[in-house]
Each structure stands twice: as C-alpha cells, then as structure tokens.
C-alpha cells in the first residue's frame, strides 16, 4: 500500500501561506497599477488611513474625499508649482532621482527620509501607508518601477494631483482650490498654485489658509523656481499638460 508524502509541519504549511499572502497582495498592486492607469482614482491608502485613523480616535466629522479631475481640468500653473516644488527632474528621471536620495542618506546618516520623486509619492499615497522604515520605502521603490513601465509621465503627475493630501480630510487639487479659494482647479493663479504647493511637505502642520512665514518664504521660492523652469512652456515641452 503506498505510503502518502506529508506536506510538511507548521513551518512549511506558514511559508505556503505567506507566499500566498504576497502573491495575492502583487496581483492587487499590478491590477491597480492597471486600472488606474486609464480609471479615476476613487480614493487612496493614506486617504483609507486617515479615515480610519479618525473612526478609532472617535472623530465621526471627519471626512477625507478628493474630486477627481483630469489634467485638463487643472491649472498648468498647479501641475508646474509641485514639479518645481518637489521634484524637478521629474520629466527625466525613471522614477528615483539618484542624486537625492544619495544626499538625503548622507544627511539621515542612513535612515529613510525624504528624497521623494512625484512618482514615489504617487505610489506610496496610492498603495501605501504613510511613515518612515525601510520596508515601506522597499515596497515604494516596487510600486514606483510599476507605475514609471505602465503609466506616462502625465499620468502620474494627474494621479498625484488628485490623491494629494493639501490639508486635514483635503485630498486633491480640486478639493484643495474650492477649500482654500472658492473656485476650481482649472483657475487657480501663479501664486496660489505656488501656495498650494508650499504646504505639500507637511499638509497637517502648515495652512494655506493661514500661512506662516515659513510657507510665506516656501511659496515665494517655488514661484521663482518656476519661473526658472520656464512657465507653461516646460509644461508643453515634456507634454506634462
């Protein structure tokens, strides 16, 4: 009678499960990576976490949404101030600006910190969670591969725009200009797009409704750094808008 192979103790039957849990887990990813390359995005992990974060906390008021609008449907001056704000190589990079993140190691003495492109961004506040450790920036680095192969560079910087946090339960450029200005995305000026831009670093710290010297002296960097850029002609150049 023929003896039946043992699938193995607890040790393999967890390994086979883990596996599993990744598997389904990628499969997730690379289909969000697909849908929402062509898809409005209805919402993202950080806007999931702030959420949550308020039902445990008991705050029932807060609410996080974001307005989907398409890229013409935004202020060129919106999409050129976050490039010129936080990532101006993005037209060129594959998703890592080499340079920074090798500086910004040297500045954390090795610890995970800052450094981030538009496309990194886009993926951790899509997919991931928000905080600082090196298992999150691995992932990160996964998904941003993901994103840079199937998306444009337009799509990215309009799936950032959208899913950005600009202010508590504010997500999104349009939210943001109708919260902040009482108008659309598409009419937001030079200066408030500069302004909108300026608090990206901290949205829970800093207010572009009351803004502090500090986001006062960001804002006005981030106006000259787009004027150095070259206006909405840099926008045209790459085909961002």
Do not use: C
Not at 116 to 126: D, E
Not at 156 to 175: D, W
Not at 203 to 231: E, H, K, N
Request: glycine letters at 10%.
């Amino acid at each position: 009678m023929p003896v039946k192979k043992r699938r193995g103790g607890p040790l393999a039957r967890l390994k086979r499960w883990l596996l599993g849990a990744i598997a389904v887990v990628v499969a997730f990813w690379a289909g969000g990576i697909a849908l929402f390359g062509v898809l409005p995005v209805p919402f993202s992990a950080v806007m999931a976490e702030r959420q949550l974060s308020a039902w445990f906390s008991g705050d029932f008021s807060y609410v996080a949404h974001s307005d989907w609008v398409g890229m013409d449907e935004i202020s060129p001056w919106m999409a050129l101030s976050v490039i010129a704000a936080e990532d101006q190589t993005f037209p060129e990079h594959w998703g890592f600006d080499v340079g920074s993140i090798q500086k910004a190691l040297e500045e954390s003495g090795g610890r995970p910190r800052g450094a981030s492109t538009l496309s990194q961004q886009a993926a951790k506040n899509l997919f991931l969670w928000d905080g600082r450790s090196w298992v999150r920036k691995g992932l990160e680095a996964g998904l941003t591969a993901g994103i840079e192969l199937a998306w444009t560079k337009r799509r990215i910087l309009t799936v950032y725009l959208n899913i950005a946090e600009f202010g508590p339960g504010i997500f999104g450029v349009e939210a943001a200009s109708r919260h902040f200005f009482n108008k659309p995305a598409s009419r937001l000026t030079f200066s408030e797009a500069a302004l909108l831009a300026a608090v990206l670093p901290n949205p829970i710290r800093y207010r572009a409704d009351a803004p502090t010297g500090y986001v006062l002296s960001r804002q006005q960097w981030i106006m000259r750094q787009m004027r150095q850029l070259g206006g909405e002609g840099f926008l045209k150049q790459h085909r961002l808008h």
